[in-house]
């Protein structure tokens, strides 16, 4: 299959993720969380743009599912940009009297008239840097693994465990790397090899899994084959 996003439509995605880096630098400083944030995504999107321009490179062979995915993850990382940068350029724009203090510009009305924390849009922006990654790691590694293969063909109440499974690693690794607490009261973290059966850290993997609509008595049937694809990813280094 080829992949279903164009030369430009990558391009004006580095494009806005530019425009947005150069806007936190002029607001926040060029080592803020926030310009280092958007600056790393700059960074993931450059290497898949050079994907996309490559006719001979693996993402124009990918399976369908997985390149699907990964033109989600890039309306994701697009629609979190531009909200970011929209608070951007309203801050910019005020004079240093009109500035309010201690970082409260991350705060500011929406034309829809929702507060909107900018740090939220930078979690998941984060997390969608994560997924794009993974995905294109996936991709490069060419055939699947053999959990991977097993959890991809769940049907019925458990489909769509895999994509589960990779977006809430994602968004763990993101809520560790800005150093947030999980709402059980522990640090998220990349779930390391001696982390997996922890008791806690499955009870919070289990929640989100019932937040994203599974069935509790699906999650504990596929317990063991969740754990064994988490295993999986972090043995492949994705």
């Not at 994701?76 to 909200?83: K, S």
């Not at 008239?113 to 590694?141: C, E, P, V, W």
Request: charge should be positive; aromatic fraction near 6%; proline fraction near 1%.
């Amino acid at each position: 299959m080829s992949f279903g996003v164009s030369v430009a439509d990558i391009t004006s995605l580095i494009q806005l993720a530019w425009t947005t880096f150069e806007g936190a630098k002029q607001a926040c400083g060029e080592h803020d969380d926030l310009t280092r944030e958007v600056s790393s995504a700059h960074t993931v999107l450059g290497h898949l743009q050079i994907e996309i321009m490559d006719p001979d490179s693996v993402i124009h062979r990918g399976k369908v599912n997985r390149l699907q995915e990964l033109e989600g993850h890039m309306r994701g990382c697009r629609r979190h940009l531009r909200r970011i940068n929209r608070v951007l350029v309203k801050y910019n724009v005020l004079s240093e009297e009109q500035r309010p203090l201690d970082h409260m510009w991350q705060k500011i009305q929406f034309g829809n008239g929702a507060a909107k924390d900018i740090s939220r849009s930078r979690l998941k922006l984060s997390t969608y840097m994560n997924l794009i990654s993974m995905s294109l790691q996936l991709l490069f590694l060419g055939s699947q693994g053999r959990v991977e293969r097993d959890i991809s063909r769940q049907r019925g109440d458990s489909e769509g465990l895999r994509v589960a499974v990779e977006l809430l690693l994602a968004k763990m690794k993101s809520a560790s790397n800005s150093g947030q607490v999980s709402r059980e009261g522990s640090i998220l973290s990349t779930t390391a090899t001696e982390e997996k059966d922890d008791k806690e850290f499955w009870n919070g993997f289990r929640r989100d899994l019932v937040r994203r609509g599974f069935k509790r008595d699906v999650i504990r049937e596929h317990k063991t084959l969740i754990l064994k694809y988490v295993k999986e990813l972090e043995d492949r280094k994705v």
